[in-house]
Nanobody, 125 residues
């Protein structure tokens, strides 16, 4: 599985960004595709995930209502639409893939075995 993340940048608080993750190397049936982020000096944390089959979505509380994860199965791409960005959203964002994952494990970093390179998101106040 290969994952290519893009779309990061420098924005002001309140602005929006859309991250993309182009995936290849699998049909992704049964997979979850997720976004994690890592701020300087902090651990990598779960942001959002989507079940490739069925499209069920999952979010961490701090982004619920502001971020939306979606997928385009024809393009094998997962998106993270980020609205109302805050300075605390500043981090490197990573996309990741997990095969045959159960819902209770979808927020767990170790469930994901394939990772893309990160894309930097910086939100200025």
């Amino acid at each position: 599985v290969q994952l290519q993340a893009s779309g990061g940048g420098l924005v002001q608080a309140g602005d929006s960004l859309r991250l993309s993750c182009a995936a290849s190397g699998s049909t992704f049936s049964g997979f979850a595709l997720g976004w994690f982020r890592q701020a300087p000096g902090a651990e990598r944390e779960f942001v959002a995930a989507i079940k490739w089959t069925g499209g069920a979505t999952f979010y961490t509380d701090s982004v619920q209502g502001r971020f939306t994860i979606s997928r385009d199965r024809a393009k094998n791409t997962v998106y993270l639409q980020m609205n109302s960005l805050k300075p605390e959203d500043t981090a490197v964002y990573y996309c990741a893939a997990a095969p045959r994952i159960i819902n209770s494990a979808i927020r767990v970093l170790s469930s994901y075995g394939d990772w893309g390179q990160g894309t930097q998101v910086t939100v200025s106040s």
